[in-house]
């Protein structure tokens, strides 16, 4: 079973930074596209950053240049470097990964999720 694990939330001033973590265990054989996705109130869920399995990454025109996404192959994890970080960058953010395992199908696997606050 693949487990997605975030950390690094919090709350923060505007124009502070935060970076995000998301570290998978289980059964990995290899992990393909990471992404980080966010959710605030009252809103849909939207792709924030994406790094694909040869590290090409794109983001979402409300962060390019202060959001920087990030993945360690060994480690299994992912990151996201948040700067300069506006109010409105304030909700529960998502780790996502397509996960092979040892035996098995590619699946898309979600972490539980950390909150992020900016505050004005």
């Known amino acids: 079973q693949v487990q997605l694990v975030e950390s690094g939330g919090g709350v923060v001033e505007s124009g502070g930074s935060l970076r995000l973590s998301c570290a998978a265990s289980?059964?990995?054989?290899?992990?393909?596209?990471m992404g980080w996705y966010r959710q605030a109130p009252g809103k849909e869920r939207e792709l924030v950053a994406h790094i694909s399995s040869d590290g090409r990454t794109n983001y979402a025109d409300s962060v390019k240049g202060r959001f920087s996404i990030s993945r360690d192959i060994a480690e299994n994890t992912v990151s996201l470097h948040m700067n300069s970080l506006k109010p409105e960058d304030t909700a529960v953010y998502y780790c996502?990964?397509?996960?092979?395992?040892?035996?098995?199908?590619?699946?898309?696997?979600w972490g539980q999720g950390t909150r992020v606050t900016v505050s004005s």
């Open positions: 996502n990964a397509e996960i092979r395992p040892y035996s098995g199908i590619t699946l898309a696997h």
């Open positions: 289980g059964s990995i054989w290899r992990m393909i596209d």
